[in-house]
């Protein structure tokens, strides 16, 4: 039998209502015996290091959770982390980063409505959390949610309220899961690691465009930013209007990176196809995320930063978890 660590963060899968909505408050331990099938396949402990909505998980979390895996990481042989959804995609993306090449699973989970609701969706994913986890097969760091197993760096949340709240962007689910068991689509390779990393830095600002935007913007984004990852149409540009170039160019200029990425949810960015986009290849440190998720995108950068600091062009560029195809 597998020896698997449950880490409870909160979320709607433990929350319960107050007089202004739900909020977390269920604790690990009842989570686990409103699923009494997940001790038949293993044996688990809890730990809760934070229980919050995940609207309010920061990239600090990330840290604290890589940090409790990393502690915990040879005494156990799997990890399931239960997780609000708002921001479980950007949770995984950034597991991925700070712990690569895991041969252990690190498995994220959570519900659209709470355990304690007879008509929910988080016993089941939180069984099927467990049975992945204990497959001999599972490794690296995934979401399993709606009986699917998504790689974590390319999963979104794509929808609000109905059970199979979670896609795999332009990458097939790794697995599907039957009876308790996964059935694998796409095997990874062989683990090299774990490797953990210690370092974000949270100075990444997402500048969605909407027509008609100022680019006065940019007079915070110079002052307070590290990395700009611009959130454009279609397969990606700037507008012509309003001087955005040549405060690209300034932004880019002063030694920092901007990573153009597209608002359309599939087939990601393609920056040279039109003049829009074009005329802004030649800046230095003006990358583009191709068909990499936001989630990942947002994450990369902050886990490259504080380790290339601007020139972080190779790097990024480089495939982790299939992050960038
Ligand atoms: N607001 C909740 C959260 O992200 C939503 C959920 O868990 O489904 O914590």
Redesign the pocket.
Known sequence: MKNILLIAT????ASKPTQQGLAPSITPAELLSSVPEIAEAARVAEVQPFNL???NIRPAHWLELARVIEENYAAYDGFVVTH????MAYTAAALSYLIQGSPKPIVLT???RSVYLRDTDARRNLADAFFYCADDAAAGVHIVFDGNVILGTRAKKTRTKSFNAFSSIDFPDIAVMRDGKPFYYVREEAPKGPVFYHALDEHVFVLKLIPGLSAEIFDYLDAHCSALVVESFGTGGLPDYGGFTERLERFVRSGRTAVFTTQVEREGSALDKYEVGGRLKGLPRVLEARSMTLEATVAKLMWLLPQCGGDIAERFYAPVCFDIL
Do not use: L, P
């Open positions: 909160g979320g709607t899968i909505d995940s609207t609000g959804t708002d921001t959570g519900s659209q």
